[in-house]
């Protein structure tokens, strides 16, 4: 089964301080994705990539920049964190249609 | 992208064998449907998919009405490791990967 971790698995940021959030895959996927959750909408796309080099936008990509510098590793930048930005984030990796393989979270706080 | 429609809630006891329904009216001829699982303070865990008829696997079985308008997930003797929210998804191929969360339903497994 594919490995997906995150770090850091808790963050606590001070507004319009920058974060940067970190996924690794171990199981050479090709596509990587970000979500966010929060209570009352369930998990949203914010960013994905379909391999090195390449990101595409989510469904909520305002105020989130992604980066794929190798196939293993995907990151979620806030280059102005906001307190609108606290949730949960879940990066998951994937090959095969649609099944997708989450990491364990990261709880972000920003006060 | 179909929406699909699930009952918030649901309660077992452990031993049960336990029904989640999905509606999904407008579903594509395109589109096939996954079911993902969710415990606490863990991603989400794909289950299963179809397209129509009936699938089984070592964890679940799914049931797709004639139609495919109707789709219900069954777990044979659930357990209190089940208790878990759980996420109908219904998306076209043509999609590359990219998936819509629902509220889903909770399941709630008694002693």
């Known amino acids: 089964e594919a490995a997906v971790t995150q770090s850091p698995r808790n963050k606590v940021a001070v507004t319009g301080g920058k974060v940067t959030l970190s996924c690794n895959q171990t199981n050479n996927h090709n596509n990587m994705y970000w979500y966010r959750q929060d209570t009352g909408h369930g998990l949203r796309l914010i960013h994905y990539s379909y391999g090195a080099g390449s990101t595409e936008k989510g469904d909520i990509p305002d105020g989130y920049k992604a980066s794929r510098p190798s196939q293993e590793n995907f990151s979620l930048i806030l280059e102005l964190a906001t307190p609108s930005q606290t949730s949960v984030y879940f990066c998951?990796?994937?090959?095969?249609?649609?099944?997708?393989?989450f990491g364990p979270g990261t709880r972000l706080t920003v006060l | 992208l179909a929406k699909t429609t699930q009952p918030p809630s649901m309660e077992a006891y452990e031993g049960q064998e336990v029904n989640v329904s999905c509606s999904h009216t407008n579903i594509a001829t395109s589109e096939y449907i996954y079911w993902y699982r969710q415990v606490p303070h863990q991603g989400p865990q794909f289950i299963i998919q179809g397209y129509k008829d009936y699938v089984v696997n070592e964890v679940a079985s799914l049931f797709i009405s004639a139609d495919r308008k109707l789709s219900t997930l069954s777990l044979p003797w659930v357990s209190l490791r089940d208790a878990a929210v759980y996420y109908c998804?219904?998306?076209?191929?043509?999609?590359?990967?990219?998936?819509?969360f629902g509220l889903g339903t909770t399941l709630q497994v008694q002693p």
């Open positions: 998951a990796s994937g090959d095969a249609y649609y099944e997708q393989y």
């Open positions: 998804i219904v998306t076209s191929t043509g999609n590359t990967g990219k998936l819509i």
